[in-house]
């Protein structure tokens, strides 16, 4: 459960930062965010790393997740738009990183069946 609270942090910092970089462009001031939530979330990711998941599992959720948060909340804040185009593309980013998960627990579950190693 630790590394899924990590991964989160890393998500939100990462969307943070992001929507600040947008707000930075009439608030210098908010560049001081964008450069400690970059930092940030990167330290924490790798946390999530250190704490066992698997590269591919957190980059995925990590970048499907900021993607996604990053286009709904500009909708919200900054009034982009949010088409039902992008709508689908969304959907699809969140499909190949659940594929990719998945893929991961089954792969790990045969390497158990197989070696009798605990993954």
Do not use: N
Not at 34 to 49: I, P, R
Not at 69 to 86: H, Q, S
Not at 98 to 109: F, N, T, Y
């Amino acid at each position: 459960m630790k590394k899924w609270s990590l991964l989160l942090a890393a998500i939100l910092l990462e969307v943070t930062a992001t929507l600040a970089l947008r707000g930075a462009l009439d608030h210098a001031a908010l560049y001081a965010v964008v450069a400690a939530g970059y930092v940030g979330s990167f330290a924490v990711l790798g946390l999530v790393l250190r704490a066992g998941m698997g590269l591919g599992v957190a980059y995925g959720i990590w970048g499907a997740a900021g993607v996604t948060l990053t286009a709904l909340l500009a909708t919200v804040i900054f009034g982009d738009p949010l088409t039902a185009l992008m709508g689908v593309g969304i959907a699809l980013v969140i499909a190949g990183v659940l594929c990719v998960e998945i893929g991961s627990q089954a792969a790990r579950a045969r390497r158990v069946r197989k070696e009798g190693v605990d993954a």
